[in-house]
Every structure is written in structure tokens, then in C-alpha cells.
């Protein structure tokens, strides 16, 4: 093997290894709803549940599943389109607004903690790193990220 295809399993077995711990408390403990709740919350305008399902690259039948949990726990509503009453908006409520805004924080924070640990100079060429690696990506036709703010504090 060459050094890109180390590199991939060098890549693939750290993101493993580190996966059960990091990825499952946001993805596995939140079901899902962290990314779609804080999609409703940048977003200007109420969205369907099929933009929240193709812009988080899940099911509709997932999405559903986390729009029933999000809005039982009071932090999103659905209502029916005026304008076509066979499509439902959702919309976040100020509870999930602050919701969102806690978990980003959080977040936020934590991403400070590892940055102030790994200094100005290594962060700095992580970031340039990281760039430089999903412009390689785009190139190599994955799909761009989404549009909008990734997050709002």
C-alpha cells in the first residue's frame, strides 16, 4: 500500500476507535435531533419534513420519528400550509430555540478547550489542513455541505 491508502486506514481506524465515544453521545443520544432541531432553529422560514430529511441525508420516516420526540418535549410545532394544506411546516418554538442554543454553546465550548490545548500554530494548520482536505473532496465529487450558518450562538 501507498501513503494515501495508509493514510485512509489510518483515518478510518482513529475515526472508529473514537466514534462509540464522541459521535454516539450527540447522534445515538439525541436520536437525531440535535442536527434537525438546530436546522429549524438558523432556519428564517418554517421547512417541511422532506427538506429536513434530504438536507440531514436521512429517511422521512426517521425525520418523523424526530419531529414526534422534538415536539413532545415542546421544542418544535407543526402546522398545516395555508397555501397547501397537504404539506405541514415545522417551525422551532423559543424552547427549542433555546435548546439549540445551549447545545451549540456546549459544544462550542468544548471545541475552545481542545484548540486552547493544541496551541495557536497546530490549530491554525489543522484548519488549513482541513480546508485544504475538503477541496480535495469537492473535487473528487462528495457531495458540498449544506448551505446556511452551521451554527448560531
Known sequence: MGFA????AE?????????????DKVSRGAKGEIPALHM??????????????????VSPGRVSAILDRLEK???????TDPSNRR??????????????????TQM?????????RM?????????????EFVGYMLDE?????PEGPPCAL
Open 5 to 8: 491508502e495508509d493514510a485512509v
Open 11 to 23: 483515518m478510518f481506524a482513529l475515526s472508529m476507535r473514537t466514534r462509540g465515544k464522541a459521535i
Open 40 to 57: 429549524l432553529a438558523v432556519s428564517s422560514v418554517p421547512l417541511t419534513p422532506g427538506r429536513i430529511s434530504d438536507a440531514l441525508g
Open 73 to 79: 418535549k415542546g421544542m418544535i410545532v407543526r402546522e
Open 87 to 104: 404539506n405541514v411546516l415545522v417551525s422551532v418554538t423559543d424552547a427549542g430555540r433555546e435548546a439549540d442554543r445551549e447545545a451549540f
Open 108 to 116: 462550542h465550548d468544548r471545541f475552545v478547550r481542545v484548540f486552547e
Open 119 to 131: 496551541g495557536e500554530e497546530h490549530t491554525r494548520q489543522f484548519l488549513d489542513r482541513c480546508k
Open 141 to 145: 465529487g462528495f457531495p458540498s455541505p
